[in-house]
Nanobody, 127 residues
């Protein structure tokens, strides 16, 4: 069972920045990866996703502020978050799904598609 581990969460003031990282324990596999978040009392929502060709998709609420990137050789995915707002406060989760070597379809923001999830890292944005 592949394991994911997020890091980089923390507390910042509104307008600040954070960079989240996520590693996949299986360094030889090929994965599509994504970020999701869940605020207290709210449902999980998608944030961004990336495929192995670096094609990306973003939730509208973070487009232009967040940037997802990946290092395929290391099976790492990153989320650069700028212009953070209190509404971005949530637990952020990394997700991954193994794909075949020839797969190049665009990534999905559907959480149901991803097979592996990390334990999450907390992001708190204050006024």
């Amino acid at each position: 069972q592949v394991q994911l581990a997020e890091s980089g969460g923390g507390s910042v003031q509104s307008g600040g920045s954070l960079r989240l990282s996520c590693s996949v324990s299986d360094t030889y596999g090929r994965y599509y990866m994504a970020w999701f978040r869940q605020a207290p009392g709210k449902e999980r929502e998608s944030v961004a996703a990336i495929n192995r060709s670096n094609i990306t998709r973003y939730e509208e609420s973070v487009r232009g502020r967040f940037t997802i990137s990946a290092d395929n050789a290391k099976n790492m995915v990153y989320l650069e978050m700028n212009s953070l707002e209190p509404e971005d406060t949530a637990m952020y989760y990394c997700a991954a799904r193994a794909v075949n070597i020839l797969d190049s379809f665009p990534p999905t923001l559907s959480g149901a598609w991803y097979a592996s999830w990390g334990p999450g890292t907390q992001v708190t944005v204050s006024e």
